[in-house]
């Protein structure tokens, strides 16, 4: 994979995880992709993964905002500098604002990504 054909995939995925579009955030992903959340932990296939991000991701936040920064690849593995931003609407922290700053590591095949992990500071 190209950096640019990376990027545009970082772009693709940041945009469907801000606007809530499950579907569009898990055709990022092969088929039998998994994906390694800090908090929720391992998602595999494009079904779970769309479930993570409308069932955890947007049921526990509002004004939602994922981006990625620095992207580098070499052949098969992709890094970038991931910010996200949101408000909870946990009831325990309901209109807190929350920072997430991070890692993500990415395998990725056939122009899409095979396997995701993450290091984050919250």
Not at 110 to 121: C, F, K, M, R, T
Request: proline residues 4%; contains cysteine; aromatic residues 14%.
């Amino acid at each position: 994979m190209t950096l640019d054909d990376f990027t545009a995939l970082l772009a693709r995925l940041g945009e469907a995880a801000s606007t809530g579009d499950a579907e569009g955030f898990a055709a990022c992903f092969t088929p039998d992709a998994t994906y390694h959340d800090y908090v929720y932990g391992p998602f595999t296939g494009r079904t779970a993964i769309a479930h993570m991000l409308k069932d955890h991701f947007h049921a526990q936040a509002r004004d939602y905002d994922w981006r990625f920064f620095d992207p580098a690849v070499s052949g098969a593995t992709g890094y970038a500098r991931s910010l996200s931003h949101f408000v909870s609407s946990v009831p325990e922290f309901e209109g807190k604002p929350v920072t997430i700053d991070g890692i993500s590591r990415f395998a990725l095949r056939d122009g899409l990504i095979a396997e995701y992990w993450e290091s984050v500071n919250a």
